[in-house]
């Protein structure tokens, strides 16, 4: 149950209030007539699926019913900041590389699972690096 | 009978049991007595009951063996009628109350006579780990056939036949600082929490708030705990801001700090709630807690050594020994040997003594083992073994004796003679393990910390274990621990809170020597030709066992757990996991922490289906929306049908002449027949209605629907097709230009949510430049549709509207008055047939329902339900979004090509897509008719569809029956279907082959099987 | 502007026409207990209010609102503002949109008013006083009915009086609101108004939870 800042009711509210809409930032093509099947197929279909930081499009229904984005830790299911509808996030997957790195020794004592957490966060940092 | 004598191991004082007053309960069929104050596992020890249960697996006897949670045997059925069975009750936890009746789960006929003992006897080599998944696994189909069995012999308690006679509900709590548990540690954190000015919960699952300050020789400002215990309780209290939930678990802990704790409101009552000044109330609740920090004062659960046949009755943990004799004044035995790893469990040998049994020997595995309460016992003049364990346990029913040897720890091996001890009770220590089940429901992994050998829970930013749980076990750590977790909480809510030694009790400081790390004890013989040497004793699992799966290649911790099936069950490994991680780890040749350790899940311990259903059962299972004529539908005998939430009428049975009451059939054909011949009439309220406002309102219109809302003039009434951007159909509906700027749009009633949230969706994301705004209206309109080729004649008398043909044209919509009441009329039709959707105001439904009525008597006006409407818009072809559509139809897969815009300017939602190459390709389904070769067929609905029934099976399908029906008009069955191609092929047939054999023969049609040219609804 | 939009008093004269609230069927079906003696808990409904939704900009409707209400906009998230006489209220729902509630007659005559002052201005006032009710709620357990129903937290410290929020309430959906210390208002669309009504009834039966008297629902 997660409790999530709405950033137009400007405080926490509980999960049960808002509906998950997926992925966030899909902007629709301007001339979809000028699309390629492939590139409107993308649009219509594919998604991320990261482990770490995802941008996320929420819907505050069972409230204001707007429509807003969250960061979140696909891992710890830490809400990294909410923002208002066209603005952009200000953490990246950046952040949870630093936050893997301060918490790593701690965390290779805890076991196998614990590690490849960080060594996954810590590739997909170098993926988008690259 | 006296009561003395039947609780033959109650002390004649001591402890908190109310000796002045006499419970009586029942266990197994025989009648005991206990004191209010006891739980049911002190009652049964009081009297002397050894026996308790049969073991899951090897079906052998088994006693109490803790005090609390962690019991592992003592899982008893509760209840005394049927209606009020619960499975799964820890006698440890379940207070007594008169005329409690309860029975052993495991125990097939019975817990002293079973038939499954044999089993036991034999011993491993008929059931070795993994032996339900070796035995049982062939032939699969044979698995529900050995379940059954296996099931009934395992025992786990079985669920009321008959209706709870209780209720539960929730309650949803919002807190700064939750407090789990009300030991010293939580105490402590709660008070300083608290005394900042934070709003606290404190929750404990015992009946009495305390932990281990209920049993400790300590005292605190040199009183007796008690006394400390009674100011601090007293002083939460007062406190508005403090909510104390004692008989409280916190079984789940989720995310954000979302708690979920399980209040047992009445379990100490009786069998059932009783009522509360008249009142009734609920047998147990589910609190909901939403906190801003958590701190868990959980404290340790203490871990039994691993030795030989150590699951005999008489076998308990050092600590429960102290518990049952100090908390509620019962020796559980007449002659001690304690096994120990650590000073601490001395103070069950002193604490035995002191009830004046006879302590035979306390054997410490240490060489020289040298704190204060070492000397205390030596003191005591009692027998202090170093060096050694015990070893093994005799004894079948009960404990005889122990078998004592010197051991070497490190080598794991017994290094001199066996010494036998008798004794009946055999207490055992070794060491502590920090309840760190709700750390780890967060997700954290503990670690290992050699300075307490046990697991320390890691935690998430706001969570904070304090005391026992994180490994700090004296009583004045533990208490300033508390202390400063409960100020650093506060702190980090934005509290102002200091701590002020001041405030701390002073707790006289006891010297305790370093313990050892032993976990299973080393035998003459190997471990696997030893005897038993459980480590789970509720999973009956064996140290033995653990060395087998990891001789057959289990390394990894969770796949041992899950072969052997440690730390299963409602025990959650409260007691073993750690002695069966030390188990691998030794055979694997590692380290604990190299081997890892299992997360734990919820729920801690077992919590009631009543308490996670609450209140959402029967009636308030979930909303009934009614429309406001419900009464009238009710008072006309209407059945229902549900569509979502809403109930709607279905068909209105008749009194059939002969006195019976009409069938669904004949219902509906009396109905399909009056609104083709005469009138009838339709509550159509549930249909979404969206009130749109706005200069772009328009524009908006022409990109969310498929075809074209330029030139809908003010007055006029246009049907709407929806897509998503994938071109697959999500809904339709009719819209109305109310005025240049306002249209009035209308959805199925299923989708009026999802409209809304589907229109806001692109307005707030994808073209906010957009002037509108939309608004739900659904409820505030109600919606009648009045049709029939009489619907005019029978509306004339009740309207101040010009219903003339010319004047009121189909597809137009007016304002004015039915029956006194301001109304709009919609000239709309979903049957066919001449209509007028009429929306008023929901508060004068009523009103103008009954003047239609009153007046309609004289057109034997007829009230029709959503089955008529079915057939009636079916003989038309108009379809049902959702039942003739799934999601992969697109408009031009049901032949609508007339309201596709395919030249409107924006590119409007679900263009694009109907030219991906998948839309445009060959042999897609296409919505058509079926008319079956034998009239009186009626298609079933799914039913799949193939082009040649003597294919050999598995056929291709063809498609499938959307919609079918039987129609009085045609009087034949007819339907709708989708059908690979189906526009290309009208005039072939198709076949339907039924599961019971018979293949139905029927032709592709049009879709439009009743006035194909659409005159009537023009008249 | 005035034919742009299909301005319509769909108000029918209570004088003549049988109106049925909400909650009549419910008064009918599930009964109306009197409350306990002691009254901690008390519901009632009050009927044939005018409902009013406002959608548009903060600034140009706040002021509309102070010229023809004299009550403005609430300048908070999450909160009301309520007349002099208590008959009437503005509630903030969303960024652009706000709930207001007035006497039933009144509710055509403001809207007019309204529209005149806004001229031109990109606004939309729908009229949805048949499509919901106002459902009070008194007694000193009132806040202890609202959380064995509602995800939000009511307690009377958090949620003080002037706050209105839209919550979960059960497994519906409400507007609740503290207008003074005494009275929690739950504004419950017409068709959910009977699965609340049950709920509550059934939430508050430990509390003696009773129905007001006065709640007959007849037209004001």
């Not at chain 2, 002193?350 to 000397?375: C, F, H, K, S, Y």
Request: proline share 5%.
């Amino acid at each position: 149950m997660f409790h999530i800042y709405c950033p137009y009711c400007e405080e926490l509210r509980e999960e049960e209030e808002f509906h998950p809409k997926g992925q966030a930032h899909i902007a629709r093509p301007e001339e979809p007539d000028a699309c390629s099947d492939e590139e409107w197929g993308d649009y219509l279909f594919f998604r991320d699926n990261p482990r770490g930081i995802h941008h996320e499009m929420w819907l505050h229904a069972v409230g204001c019913r707007k429509f807003f984005n969250i960061t979140r830790n696909t891992v710890s299911y830490e809400i990294l900041e909410t923002y208002k509808m066209g603005e952009q996030p200000t953490v990246g997957a950046e952040h949870l590389a630093r936050e893997e790195k301060t918490s790593s020794v701690q965390a290779a004592e805890g076991g196998q699972q614990t590690v490849g957490a960080s060594d996954a966060a810590l590739a997909s940092v170098k993926g988008a690096q690259a | 009978m006296s009561q003395t004598a039947s609780q033959s191991n109650r002390l004649t004082q001591g402890g908190q049991a109310d000796r002045t007053q006499t419970l009586t309960f029942t266990f197994n069929g025989r009648s005991y007595t206990g004191h209010p104050g006891d739980t049911l596992a002190s009652a049964l020890l009081a009297n002397g009951v050894d026996l308790v249960n049969r073991s899951f697996k090897y079906s052998r006897p088994r006693g109490i063996v803790a005090a609390g949670a962690e019991e592992p045997n003592a899982v008893v059925q509760l209840g005394a009628t049927e209606a009020t069975q619960v499975p799964n009750v820890r006698a440890t936890q379940q207070a007594l109350y008169d005329g409690l009746v309860a029975c052993s789960t495991n125990g097939w006929p019975d817990a002293q006579r079973d038939i499954m003992r044999w089993v036991g006897k034999l011993g491993s080599p008929f059931m070795p780990p993994g032996f339900y998944y070796k035995t049982f696994m062939a032939p699969a189909s044979m698995w529900m056939t050995y379940e059954k069995y296996i099931r009934k012999t395992a025992g786990l308690g079985h669920s009321p036949t008959q209706p709870d006679p209780d209720i539960y509900d929730h309650m949803h709590r919002h807190c700064d600082l939750l407090v789990v548990g009300a030991g010293p540690a939580g105490l402590s954190a709660a008070l300083a929490a608290a005394r900042a000015g934070a709003r606290v919960i404190l929750a404990d699952e015992q009946e009495t708030m305390g932990g281990s300050l209920l049993d400790t020789r300590e005292t605190l400002d040199d009183q007796p705990a008690a006394q400390w215990l009674k100011t601090t309780l007293a002083a939460l209290a007062k406190h508005d801001n403090v909510t104390l939930l004692p008989r409280t678990t916190a079984h789940g802990y989720h995310d954000h700090h979302f708690v979920t704790l399980h209040e047992r409101r009445t379990e100490h009552l009786g069998d059932s709630a009783p009522s509360q000044a008249g009142h009734r109330q609920s047998r147990s609740r589910l609190h909901r807690v939403r906190a801003g920090q958590v701190i868990l004062a959980t404290g340790a659960h203490e871990r039994p050594l691993v030795y030989a046949n150590n699951d005999v009755p008489g076998n308990l943990l050092a600590g429960a020994v102290s518990t049952y004799i100090r908390r509620y004044g019962v020796v559980p035995g007449q002659k001690l040997v304690l096994s120990t790893s650590n000073d601490h469990a001395y103070r069950a040998a002193l604490d035995w003594q002191e009830a004046g049994r006879e302590v035979a020997a306390i054997v410490d595995a240490r060489t020289a083992p040298e704190g204060d309460l070492v000397a205390q016992a030596k003191a005591a003049g009692i027998r202090v073994i170093t060096g050694s364990a015990v070893i093994e346990a005799k004894g079948a029913q009960r404990v005889s004796a122990a078998r004592v040897a010197a051991i070497d720890v490190d080598a794991f091996t017994v290094t001199e003679k066996v010494e036998t001890l008798e004794c009946d009770t055999i207490a055992s220590s070794g060491g502590y393990s920090p309840v760190i089940h709700l750390a780890s429901h967060t997700g954290a992994r503990p670690v290992w910390s050699d300075d307490i050998i046990g697991f320390v829970p890691t935690t998430v930013a706001g969570v904070t274990a304090t005391g026992g749980a994180h490994g700090v076990y004296p009583l004045g750590e533990v208490l300033a621990d508390g202390v400063e977790a409960g100020v650093n909480a506060a702190t980090a809510l934005g509290f102002d809170a200091t701590v002020n030694d001041a405030d701390l009790p002073r707790v006289a400081s006891r010297h305790e020597g370093p313990a050892c790390a032993l976990f299973q004890v080393p035998h003459e013989k190997t471990t696997l030709r030893a005897p038993k040497q459980f480590v789970d004793l509720q999973n009956d699992v064996t140290a033995g066992a653990i060395e087998v799966a990891t001789l057959e290649g289990f390394e990894s911790i969770e796949h041992v757990k899950r072969y052997t099936a440690m730390g299963f069950g409602t025990d959650q490994g409260k007691l073993g996991n750690i002695n069966g991680m030390a188990v691998a780890a030794r055979c694997l040749g590692q380290s604990i922490p190299e081997t890892g350790t299992t997360v734990f899940r919820p729920n801690y311990t077992p919590v009631t289906f009543g308490a996670v259903v609450g209140r959402h059962c029967r009636e308030l299972f979930d909303p009934k929306r009614y429309t406001p004529m419900q009464a009238w539908h009710v008072a006309q005998g209407a059945e229902f049908e549900d569509v979502g939430q809403w109930k709607r009428p279905w068909y209105y049975p008749r009194k059939r002449t002969d006195g019976g009451i009409e069938s669904m059939a004949e219902a509906v054909a009396r109905e399909c027949r009056a609104v083709r011949e005469g009138v009838g009439i339709l509550d159509a309220s549930t249909l979404g209605k969206i009130d749109i406002q706005g200069p772009d309102a328009r524009e908006f219109l022409g990109r969310i629907y498929t075809n074209k809302w330029q030139k809908l003039a003010p007055g006029r009434v246009r049907y709407g097709l929806m897509c998503g951007d994938d071109g697959m159909v999500m809904d339709d509906g009719t819209t109305s230009c109310l005025a240049e700027n306002h249209f009035l749009m209308t959805t199925t009633t299923g989708n009026a949510a999802p409209v809304l949230e589907w229109l806001e969706l692109w307005h707030q994301t994808e073209w906010p430049e957009l002037e509108v705004y939309f608004n739900s209206v659904t409820d505030h309109w109600a919606t009648m549709t009045v049709t029939g080729p009489e619907a005019r004649n029978l509306l004339t008398e009740l309207t101040d509207i010009d219903l003339d043909r010319e004047a009121f044209k189909f597809m137009d919509w007016r304002e004015g008055h039915v029956a006194g009441v301001p109304a709009r009329m919609f000239r709309i039709s979903f049957t066919g047939e001449l209509a007028f959707e009429i929306n008023v105001q929901a508060h004068y439904a009523m009103h103008v329902w009954e003047a239609l009525f009153a007046r309609g008597e004289a057109f034997d006006l007829t009230p029709y339900g959503t089955e008529t409407m079915h057939v009636l818009r079916a003989e038309k072809g108009f379809i049902i979004v959702g039942q003739d559509t799934d999601g992969s139809v697109t408009p031009e897969d049901l032949g609508m090509y007339w309201a596709i815009g395919y030249d409107k300017p924006f590119p409007w939602v679900g263009k694009r897509a109907l030219t991906r190459s998948d839309t445009r390709r060959e042999g897609r389904k296409h919505l058509v008719g079926l008319k079956p070769k034998d009239a009186s067929v009626v298609l079933e609905e799914g039913a799949p569809i193939v082009f040649d029934p003597k294919h050999a099976i598995p056929m291709p399908m063809a498609g499938h029956v959307t919609s079918s029906y039987y129609s009085p008009t045609l009087e034949s069955g007819f339907a709708l279907a989708v059908v690979k191609g189906g526009h290309q092929r009208m005039g072939e047939s198709v076949y339907l082959p039924m599961a019971d054999g018979r293949v139905h023969e029927a032709e592709i049609v049009g879709t439009q099987f009743v006035d194909p040219k659409g005159e009537r609804q023009h008249v | 502007m005035s034919n742009s939009i299909h301005v319509y008093d769909a108000r029918a004269d209570h004088a003549t026409v049988n109106a049925e609230s909400p909650l009549a069927y419910s008064f009918q079906s599930s009964g109306m207990p009197a409350p306990g003696e002691e009254g901690r808990a008390v519901v009632g409904e009050r009927a044939f209010l005018g409902h009013l939704i406002l959608r548009g900009g903060a600034i140009v409707l706040d002021e509309a609102l102070r010229e023809v209400l004299g009550i403005g906009l609430p300048g908070r998230p999450n909160s009301l503002t309520v007349d002099a006489d208590g008959q009437r209220s503005v509630q903030w729902l969303s960024p652009d949109e706000w709930l207001l509630i007035v006497p039933g007659d009144e509710t055509f005559g403001l809207e007019t008013r309204l529209r005149a002052h806004l001229g031109g201005s990109h606004v939309a006032i729908v009229d949805v006083s048949a499509g919901q009710t106002l459902i009070e709620l008194t007694g000193e357990a009132a806040h202890e009915v609202l959380m064995k129903s509602t995800v939000y937290d009511v307690d009377p410290h958090e949620f003080t009086v002037g706050k209105g929020v839209t919550t979960i309430f059960a497994k519906t959906s409400v507007i609740l609101r503290r207008p003074d210390e005494s009275r929690w208002e739950l504004i419950v669309r017409r068709s959910f108004a009977d699965y609340v009504y049950r709920w509550l009834l059934d939430a508050g039966e430990e509390y003696g939870i009773g129905v007001a008297r006065e709640s007959r629902h007849e037209p004001q």
